[in-house]
C-alpha cells in the first residue's frame, strides 16, 4: 500500500482494521486494569480477618479502608495527569512497578498505622495506571471500535475485584491475610516486566509534543504493522486548543460544563462502589456468615459488572453514550432499593448483588470508556486523571462512611436504601454532560 507523503494519524487509525499489536495493546490495558481491580478491592475481603488479628474496631480499621482511595485521588491527578507531559508509557511502568511493590511491603504491616501508610503509597501508584491505560489504548484503536474496546478493557477492574475475592476466600482460611496481600504484589510485578518490553507509546501524544518523525513513524508502524516509510510528516486533527497548560483546558468556556459533570458522576458513582464492596463482607459476617460466603457473595458485583460492562460498552455503540450511562446509573439505583429489602440471609442475596453490580458497575466502565473522547490529545491524560481523582473522594467517602454509619447503629437496609440517592444522581449529572456541553466533534462523541 504506497503511503502519502504527510500521514494524518486519527483518520489512519479509523480508516484500518485492528492489527494484531492493537489486540496485544488492549489485552495488555486489560491485564494493568485486572491489576488495579485486585487491590482496589483486597481490602473489603480482608477486613474482617485483619480486625479481628489485631483486635479492633470497625471504625478504627476505616483509616486503612480510606488510605489507598486518598493515594488513588492524589496519584490520579497528579501521577496521572504527568503524562501529557512525560508520556502514557512512562507513567504507566513506574505505577505498574510500584504498586505491586508496597503490595507486598503491606503484607509486612505491623499496626493500622503503618498499613495506612502503606495503602495511601500504593494508592499513589494505583492513581496513575487507570487514566493512562484509558488513554492509551483511546489513543490506539478506531474511534468506531472504541467504547466496546474501552469497556472490555475495565471488565479487567471488574474481574480483577472479583478474582481477588475468590483468592482470598481460598488463601484465608489456610495462610492468613499476609498471603492474599503477597498473591496481590507478584502479579503486578510479574505484568511489570512483560510491559517493558511490550507497551508502546502514544504516537498521538509524540505529535503533539514534537517527537522526532522517526520516532513517531517507529512507533506507530510497529502498532499498526504497516510500513510507513515513505511517510514523511506526521500530522494530527484534534479538537481546538485554547490553554497554554493541560489543566488549564479543563476550565475553558469550552470544557468546564463536561468536566464537572463527569466529576459529579464519577463521584457518585464510586460511593456506591465502594461502600458496598468494602463493608459487604463485613456485614455479611456480623449477620453470621462464614467469612467464605462473605468473599464469595460480594465477588458476585464484581462478576455481574463484568458482564454489564460489556453490555452497556455494546448498548453506548447502539444507542449513544448518553442513554446507556444515565439508564444504568438509574438502573442500578432500583437494584440498590431491591437489595435493601432483600436481606442478608435470603437465598436470593447474592443474585440481587449480582444485579447492583451490572448496573453500578456496567455504568461507571461506561463512563470510564466515554471520557477519553470528551477531551483533546493535549489535555486528554489531564482529563481523565482528573475525572478519576476528584471522583475518588467519592470512594474515600464510601470506604470510610460505611465503618461509621454501622458504629451509628444503621442497618442493612438503611444503608442500601440511602445509596440509591447517590446513582440517581450520577444519571442526571451524565445527561447534564450531554446536554448543555459545548458542540461536539465527532471525536468528542465517541
Not at 150 to 168: D, E, K, Q, R, W
Not at 219 to 237: C, I, K, M, N
Not at 261 to 274: A, E, H, N, P, R
Amino acid at each position: 500500500m504506497t503511503q502519502p507523503t504527510v500521514l494524518e494519524i486519527r483518520s489512519y487509525i479509523n480508516s484500518r482494521p485492528m492489527s494484531r499489536m492493537q489486540w496485544t495493546l488492549t489485552v495488555l490495558c486489560f491485564l494493568i486494569v485486572f491489576c488495579d481491580g485486585m487491590d482496589v478491592a483486597i481490602m473489603g475481603f480482608l477486613a474482617p480477618a485483619i480486625t479481628g488479628d489485631w483486635g479492633i474496631s470497625k471504625p478504627a480499621f476505616g483509616l486503612v479502608m480510606a488510605a489507598a482511595p486518598v493515594g488513588l485521588a492524589i496519584g490520579a491527578i497528579f501521577a496521572g495527569s504527568s503524562s501529557d507531559w512525560f508520556g502514557r508509557r512512562r507513567v504507566l511502568l513506574g505505577s505498574v512497578f510500584a504498586f505491586g511493590v508496597l503490595s507486598l511491603l503491606t503484607a509486612l504491616a505491623q499496626s493500622p498505622m503503618e498499613m495506612a501508610v502503606l495503602r495511601f503509597l500504593t494508592g499513589l501508584g494505583l492513581g496513575a495506571a487507570m487514566p493512562n491505560t484509558t488513554t492509551l489504548l483511546s489513543e490506539y484503536v478506531p474511534e468506531q471500535k472504541r467504547s466496546v474496546l474501552l469497556a472490555i478493557m475495565f471488565t479487567g477492574f471488574n474481574f480483577g475485584s472479583a478474582i481477588i475475592g475468590f483468592v482470598a476466600a481460598y488463601l484465608l482460611p489456610k495462610f492468613g491475610w499476609h498471603s492474599v496481600l503477597v498473591f496481590g504484589g507478584i502479579v503486578p510485578l510479574a505484568l511489570s516486566v512483560i510491559l517493558f518490553f511490550a507497551l508502546p507509546e502514544s504516537a498521538r501524544f509524540m505529535v503533539v509534543r514534537g517527537a522526532p518523525t522517526d520516532r513517531i513513524r517507529h512507533q506507530l508502524a510497529g502498532v499498526t504493522g504497516q510500513d510507513l516509510r515513505a511517510v514523511s510528516e506526521f500530522t494530527l486533527e484534534d479538537e481546538p486548543v485554547t490553554a497554554s497548560q493541560p489543566v488549564a483546558l479543563l476550565f475553558t468556556p469550552t470544557f468546564i460544563i463536561r468536566t464537572l459533570s463527569l466529576w459529579m458522576c464519577y463521584f457518585m458513582g464510586l460511593l456506591v462502589i465502594y461502600l458496598t464492596t468494602s463493608w459487604l463482607p463485613t456485614m455479611i459476617k456480623d449477620a453470621g456468615m462464614p467469612i467464605e460466603t462473605a468473599a464469595n457473595v460480594t465477588a458476585m458485583f464484581q462478576l455481574g459488572g463484568t458482564i454489564g460492562a460489556v453490555v452497556v460498552g455494546f448498548a453506548m455503540h447502539r444507542v449513544g453514550s448518553k442513554s446507556a450511562i444515565s439508564l444504568s446509573y438509574l438502573l442500578g439505583a432500583i437494584a440498590l432499593i431491591a437489595l435493601a429489602f432483600t436481606g442478608l440471609t435470603s437465598a436470593a442475596l447474592a443474585l440481587i448483588v449480582g444485579i447492583v453490580g451490572f448496573f453500578m458497575s456496567g455504568g461507571q466502565t461506561g463512563l470510564n470508556a466515554y471520557a477519553p473522547g470528551r477531551y483533546p490529545t493535549f489535555a486528554r491524560a489531564t482529563g481523565v486523571s482528573w475525572m478519576l481523582g476528584v471522583g475518588r473522594l467519592g470512594s474515600i467517602l464510601g470506604s470510610s462512611i460505611g465503618g461509621v454509619l454501622l458504629g451509628f447503629g444503621w442497618d442493612f437496609r438503611g444503608i442500601f436504601c440511602a445509596l440509591a440517592v447517590p446513582a440517581a444522581i450520577g444519571a442526571a449529572a451524565i445527561l447534564m454532560n450531554e446536554l448543555h456541553a459545548a458542540p461536539r466533534t465527532q471525536e468528542a462523541t465517541r
